[in-house]
């Protein structure tokens, strides 16, 4: 089984609608971390959590939260869609230390109409 | 800006090339990370170079790190079609506490 999985995997919805993506984790792994990748373009940190009481902002977070419901849990929410919100959205974990290798989901794509 | 900003953007070679990408950086950093992703999934950790490492060897893969340039090189040899992936770097910036990806390399090995 996957060490870390997203759900969905494929997600159209439209503009306005509440969106979460969730991503669960089996490495045992404290830290977490939501990124988008748009088409052609490397990735943007949205937000990522150190543990479970802890959440940071990245570099693109207006539009987006998130919960960290345990330690193998993270949640990413936009709040109210929108088209340029259109994305490739992935989950990586890793462990402690000097920003350890990160392990990615197989990413969600959302698409906002 | 982006901290790590790779070259070339894409790359297309004949199976059994060497391919040679890459990248530079405008901060201290602690290490250097590359990943490979393969169309619309996710990324795939490749190898990490430490400040104070010079060259690192992970089978075909050889990765060189001048922190004196702030750039690093990724080369893989002989090459296979089963390369043909996009390439990322990743800078783990001193004080961050996180990574910050490259744009990428789009690999192309043609048969």
């Known amino acids: 089984d996957a060490d870390v999985t997203q759900t969905p995997r494929n997600r159209i919805t439209k503009t306005g609608k509440r969106i979460m993506l969730e991503c669960s984790q089996t490495?045992?792994?404290?830290?977490m971390y939501w990124y988008r990748q748009d088409p052609g373009l490397g990735l943007q940190l949205i937000y990522y959590s150190f543990d479970v009481k802890d959440i940071n902002k990245g570099e693109i977070s207006d539009g987006y939260s998130v919960s960290r419901q345990a330690q193998a849990k993270f949640s990413l929410s936009l709040e109210s869609a929108i088209p340029n919100q259109t994305a490739l959205y992935f989950c990586?974990?890793?462990?402690?230390?000097?920003?350890?290798?990160?392990?990615f989901g197989p990413g969600t794509r959302l698409t906002v109409l | 800006s982006q901290q790590g900003e790779e070259d070339p953007q894409a790359l297309s070679i004949q199976e059994g090339e060497n391919a040679t990408m890459n990248c530079s950086y405008k901060?201290?950093?602690?290490?250097l990370q590359w990943y490979r992703q393969n169309s619309g999934r996710g990324l795939v950790h490749l190898i990490l170079?430490?400040?104070?490492?010079r060259e690192k060897h992970s089978g075909r893969l050889r990765v060189t790190l001048d922190t004196s340039k702030k750039s690093s090189s990724l080369l893989i040899t002989a090459s296979r079609a089963a390369d043909t992936a996009s390439y990322f770097c990743a800078t783990d910036v001193k004080g961050a506490q996180k990574l910050v990806f490259g744009q990428g390399t789009r690999l192309t090995i043609n048969p």
């Open positions: 170079i430490r400040s104070n490492e």
């Open positions: 490495k045992g792994h404290d830290r």
């Open positions: 901060t201290s950093i602690n290490n």
């Open positions: 990586a974990t890793s462990g402690t230390g000097n920003a350890d290798t990160q392990y």
